[in-house]
């Protein structure tokens, strides 16, 4: 198993920066992809960007140029900086961890809230 534990959650103005980070514990030798999900009242859970062992990263289209992600395979920790947050952006962010044991090997984080105001 796999464990995470998210930080950095909380509110800002528009046009403010945040940043995110989530610490794995537990059987990291089995961590592939790490990425962050975002979920906001009454929609369903979206990709925000992933980064794969190699660092090849991908971004949703709505935050391309304002987030970015990075891991630290030291410490076995994703990070999500984001800029220029819009209020759009409001959410529960979730860490999310692919392993690389089994198909379908996947664990998610308690979750982080991130309010944007006007």
């Known amino acids: 198993q796999v464990q995470l534990v998210e930080s950095g959650g909380g509110l800002v103005q528009a046009g403010g920066s945040l940043r995110l980070s989530c610490a794995a514990s537990?059987?990291?030798?089995?961590?592939?992809?790490m990425g962050w999900y975002r979920q906001a009242p009454g929609k369903q859970r979206e990709l925000v960007a992933t980064?794969?062992?190699?660092?090849?990263?991908t971004y949703a289209d709505s935050v391309k140029g304002r987030f970015t992600i990075a891991r630290d395979n030291a410490k076995n920790t994703v990070f999500l900086q984001m800029n220029s947050l819009k209020p759009e952006d409001t959410a529960a962010y979730y860490c999310n961890v692919k392993g690389r044991r089994w198909l379908g090997e996947d664990y998610w984080g308690q979750g982080t809230q991130v309010t944007v105001s006007t």
């Open positions: 537990g059987s990291v030798f089995s961590i592939n992809v």
């Open positions: 980064i794969a062992g190699d660092s090849s990263t």
